[in-house]
């Protein structure tokens, strides 16, 4: 069975860090890609960044560009989500998704789904 654990939320101030993590199982962490979405208050899903197992691909939205750093630790079978410069906007529920397979650098949003993690941007 899939199982995708986030972990990592939290309060902070415009400025400030968090470190995200999606600890997974039930897939091999030799073929996989993972993503991280978020849902704000009223919002649809957006896709924020992914990752693969092919070459570490990655990919991120631009809103977050220059700001967030995804990376994968195989040893662990976890991937995490380093967000610096956060800004109010970034207020979220925070999702990790998979699909078992490294043939893409993103799941979509009928694979796997983990609990959700809420980040809360201050002013």
């Known amino acids: 069975e899939v199982q995708l654990q986030a972990s990592g939320g939290g309060l902070v101030q415009a400025g400030g860090s968090l470190r995200l993590s999606c600890a997974g199982s039930?897939?091999?962490?030799?073929?996989?890609?993972i993503g991280w979405f978020r849902q704000a208050p009223g919002k649809e899903h957006e896709r924020v960044s992914c990752?693969?197992?092919?070459?570490?691909?990655?990919y991120y939205a631009d809103s977050v560009k220059g700001r967030f750093t995804i990376s994968s630790d195989k040893a662990k079978n976890t991937v995490h989500l380093q967000m610096n410069s956060l800004k109010p906007e970034d207020t979220a529920v925070y999702y990790c998704?998979?699909?078992?397979?490294?043939?893409?650098?993103?799941?979509?949003?009928?694979?796997?789904w983990g609990q959700g993690t809420l980040v809360t941007v201050s002013s």
């Open positions: 998704v998979v699909v078992p397979s490294g043939d893409y650098v993103c799941p979509g949003e009928d694979d796997y």
């Open positions: 990752i693969s197992s092919t070459d570490d691909a990655t």
């Open positions: 039930g897939f091999s962490f030799e073929d996989f890609a």
